[in-house]
């Protein structure tokens, strides 16, 4: 596990800003008081030496029910949420919650009212949280990190070359994709760099994207414009300074046609910070790998809109 990703959040603007994170390990211990909503939320963090962390009580006393969850860190680690928010009095707040591990789910908590939002994640670790509170949970997000999953090398590539950090190594088909299953398969390949990334996004779903790379002999390719034709065009990208060191989005339905998925949103986490979210942060999470390499090209499946994406890693 790298680098932190926040991500989120969701639930209303009113009461006063919290973060808390772990610093090493992950949460192991969650404590919810709830009632209609949710009214107060406290964290403790815990790494594989056993050092522990509790956070502040964030929310307020009432609520009518105290619930507990314990979780067997390193072992069972938090990997999903969802959960409702509401209007109670002039606020947007946390309405419901349930945590999801790698192992079994838990709740719900609170009242499971209101709309719905979800953080369901492939390939990463929620680590902490943040969110807003004042009498009640006002909004909640999450902190995640990712893993390099193994099925990431090749074959071609032995457990030897896997473990030798002093070998730079170009998986030949990068993590991914993620997104839905319409559309045609694409393959940009391998590249040195990435030169520019133009997004095509509106109507709460990503239409497509086109990139500009650089080959090995320093000339600059464009690809395919992998998409449709709608969308607002946003260019993003100086790599002059830059480099993409992986992505983080959501995948889900696409409005007025529920059987039919592609991606909502994107975020570039780039060495030296990140570009997005572009879209909307709704539905399925998923993230990539991130810092130990860079992205060297892309791959997916796009049709009328953009399905799904994946990237190809040169790891450090």
């Keep these: 596990m790298e680098e932190c990703m926040k991500v989120g959040q969701w639930g209303g603007n009113a009461g006063s800003y919290w973060s808390f994170k772990a610093n090493k390990g992950g949460i192991s211990e969650i404590i919810i008081t709830h009632g209609g909503a949710i009214d107060s939320i406290p964290f403790k963090s815990e790494d594989e ?26 072992r069972e680690y938090l990997t999903s949420i969802t959960g409702t928010t509401g209007i109670v009095g002039n606020h947007t707040v946390i309405k419901s919650l349930r945590f999801y591990s790698n192992r079994t789910k838990y709740g719900p908590y609170g009242h499971e009212i209101g709309e719905s939002f979800s953080f369901l994640m492939e390939g990463g670790v929620i680590v902490g949280f ?11 997000g999450v902190y995640v990190k990712t893993f390099i999953p ?32 319409g559309g045609k398969q694409w393959d940009d390949g391998v590249f040195s760099a990435i030169r520019e990334l133009h997004l095509h996004v509106g109507d709460s779903v990503i239409h497509a994207i086109h990139v500009l790379y650089e080959n090995r002999d320093g000339k600059l390719v464009w690809s395919q414009k992998h998409g449709g034709s709608g969308g607002d065009k946003i260019h993003r990208l100086d790599e002059s300074r830059d480099f993409l060191v992986g992505i983080v989005g959501f995948y889900g339905p696409v409005k007025g046609n529920d059987s039919f998925e592609a991606l909502r949103s994107i975020t570039f986490y780039t060495n030296n910070g990140k570009y997005g979210p572009f879209g909307d942060e709704i539905d399925n999470a998923f993230t990539s790998s991130i810092t130990t390499g860079k992205v060297v090209g892309f791959h997916g499946r796009s049709g009328v809109y953009l399905d799904a994406i994946g990237v190809h890693m040169e790891y450090f």
């Design 49 to 74: 030496d056993g050092a522990f962390e509790y956070s502040d009580m964030y929310g307020g006393n009432d609520g009518n029910r105290t619930d507990k969850i314990l979780l067997d860190w390193p």
């Design 130 to 140: 943040h969110g807003r509170s004042g009498a009640l949970l006002d909004a909640i």
């Design 150 to 181: 193994s099925c990431a090398l090749s074959p071609g590539f032995t457990m030897h070359q896997k473990l030798d950090n002093k070998m730079n190594v170009v998986v030949p088909r990068g993590p991914g994709p993620w997104g839905g299953h």
